[in-house]
């Protein structure tokens, strides 16, 4: 007895694992579209277990892929004469519809459809086969009676993404927005979800339509996912000062955090509204008790001033910043301030020596390796500001040995390549490069690789590299704030080495420093010069977005700006800016991004 029994369990085990196999391998026919030879298996399959949801749905898959409806037809009529599933009804009217029978095939969809009425439960099931067949218009019609049916659940995710897919805006928007009602926490996956529907442009009609929804929602009923949805809105078309009304709307409500106040400030501050910047961190300075936010909002307004200081503002600046120790002292806690400080006497006071003296002080202080990596990281710049290139690179050093394989590291090392780089020293340079192409940081690496083509690409072709050597230097009159010296050796390099392989190197270079001192002609000048000129080198990408930028943002000259994306999406389609150039091609054109 137990003989047979070990041979009846082995029986089973074996067919068991053999029909798994089977089934595995029609799987495997499938996703690889060899439908006739996975129709045989499952053929086979279903003849062993007749009512199989899964061997039925992919046989007359398969079965309509190959356009033998008949056979579709046959095994569907069969099932439904045992039990009338709405998921095969629809499946069969499916099959007359591929056929151009469709009123046969509306029939049998109102049918599915009518099952809801006696069993709701159905509702999600039934809606995903019309989904999965593409006829969102029943879809919507099952969904919509589900409100009715089961008040208790919610369809709105459904339909909008159904809408979303029909192009039909302004009914994705409205369902979206009932959701966020019925579920708020799902705030952030929403915006997701329709962030490629929204245009930076606030008369672009999706945006308009959004807005007014918002609006009317706020004045319904004045939630702080409204205020937070509205907020998100202006950010997107750039319009910081109105997102930070609804800010303080919501902060005035909910006086708990200033975060997002906060984190606006730094939006603005990264996308140049340098007006609205200040205006937030001045707020968050009247609001907040917490020293550490109010050092780094001070911060950001003497970032801010600093920028458009002439030489008695400078002063003035300089007089806050000694109040701000005065007041908060100079500890762990106003490190960065510190830090911003020594910048500020180097780089804009032009006082080396005291911004030295000043930082040394700071490196006294006990605070972490960080943090004293971070003070010698901007002694080591203001060095290179000195052209103390041997007394930088010792800095340098000093941080990848104490921090190695840190980002502030791999930063270092960057550092000494372009040291070393303005020093002339161009093999030292490459070699020090070459390790950074494969650093942690994106940034860094695409920095790095970026100066070691600059490096490779010119310094064969003359033997003195001088060419190279003007255009280190220039580099480095950049980095000294010399921007007029800087001009004039790029100029130097373009009479004296014309048609070089540098030249376009030069011209994207000065046309980058015309823009810093707006003077936007000479700048699209230049770009001109490399689209003519070396409009199948390395940087044609680069000036095709910059040149359209500057049309966009300074010369008032949109159509020119929409021909370059233009190129950009259909010439370099591997260009980093290629989405970008897309999405702002799109904008210009007026299209509804989706």
């Known amino acids: 007895m137990k003989q047979c029994f070990v041979a009846l369990f082995f029986l089973v085990f074996t067919y068991s694992g053999f029909a798994q196999n089977s089934e595995d391998l029609a799987e495997s026919y499938y996703k690889k579209a060899e439908f006739k030879k996975a129709a045989l298996i499952y053929q086979n399959l279903l003849k062993e277990k007749p009512f199989n949801y899964n061997y039925i749905n992919k046989l007359v898959d398969i079965y309509q892929q190959l356009e033998q409806y008949n056979d579709a037809e046959t095994i569907l009529t069969q099932r439904l004469a045992q039990r009338r599933n709405p998921d095969w009804v629809v499946a069969l009217g499916y099959n007359y519809q591929l056929q151009d029978s469709i009123a046969a095939a509306n029939k049998l969809y109102d049918e599915a459809i009518a099952f809801v009425d006696e069993r ?29 049916l089961t008040p208790d659940k919610n369809y709105s995710l459904q339909l909008a993404r159904i809408y979303g897919d029909q192009g039909d805006v302004e009914q994705m928007f409205v369902n979206y927005i009932d959701y966020i009602h019925y579920k708020p926490n799902s705030l952030n996956n929403v915006k997701r979800s329709i962030s490629g529907f929204i245009s930076e442009q606030s008369d672009n009609e999706n945006n308009r339509y959004l807005r007014r929804l918002l609006l009317k929602k706020i004045q319904e009923s004045p939630e702080t996912y409204w205020y937070e949805m509205l907020s998100w809105l202006y950010v997107q078309e750039k319009a910081y000062s109105k997102s930070f009304i609804q800010e303080k709307a919501l902060y005035k409500r909910f006086p708990e955090s200033l975060d997002r106040i906060f984190e606006l400030g730094e939006i603005a501050l990264n996308d140049n509204d340098d007006d609205t910047a200040k205006s937030i961190f001045n707020y968050i300075l009247d609001a907040t008790q917490d020293q550490t936010t109010a050092l780094k909002a001070h911060q950001y307004i003497l970032e801010i001033d600093t920028k458009h200081a002439d030489e008695k503002t400078l002063a003035l600046i300089d007089d806050t910043y000694q109040h701000l120790f005065d007041d908060y002292g100079k500890s762990r806690l106003t490190l960065p301030l510190q830090l911003a400080y020594g910048k500020f006497l180097a780089f804009h006071m032009k006082d080396t020596k005291t911004a030295t003296n000043f930082l040394k002080k700071s490196l006294t202080l ?16 203001i060095l290179v500001l000195q052209e103390k290139f041997n007394e930088a690179l010792i800095f340098y050093s000093q941080i990848q040995t104490e921090l190695k394989n840190s980002t502030i590291a791999q930063e270092a090392r960057f550092k000494v390549a372009k040291t070393s780089y303005y020093k002339g020293d161009f093999d030292w340079a490459e070699s020090q490069l070459k390790i950074l192409k494969s650093s942690t940081s994106q940034l860094i690496a695409n920095d790095a690789l970026d100066l070691k083509l600059l490096i490779s690409d010119n310094k064969y072709e003359d033997t003195t590299q001088t060419a190279l050597k003007y255009y280190a230097k220039a580099d480095l009159f950049a980095f000294q704030n010399k921007t007029d010296d800087a001009i004039s050796l790029l100029n130097k390099i373009l009479e004296e080495y014309k048609g070089e392989s540098i030249t376009d190197q030069a011209l994207y270079k000065q046309a980058k420093l015309y823009e810093k001192k707006k003077h936007y002609t000479k700048a699209e000048n230049n770009y001109r010069s490399i689209l003519k000129d070396y409009g199948e080198d390395i940087l044609v990408d680069d000036t095709l977005y910059d040149l359209a930028e500057l049309y966009v943002n300074y010369l008032a000259k949109p159509e020119e700006a929409k021909l370059l994306y233009e190129k950009i999406i259909f010439e370099h389609q591997d260009s980093i800016y290629f989405i970008e150039a897309r999405k702002k091609y799109r904008m210009l054109r007026g299209d509804s991004l989706n």
């Open 120 to 148: 709701p439960n159905y509702i999600y099931i039934i809606a995903r086969r019309f989904e999965n067949y593409s006829l969102l218009d029943q879809a919507i019609k099952l969904y919509e009676k589900g409100k009715t």
């Open 366 to 381: 006990n605070v972490s390796r960080l943090s004293k990596a971070k003070i010698k990281l901007l002694l080591a710049d």
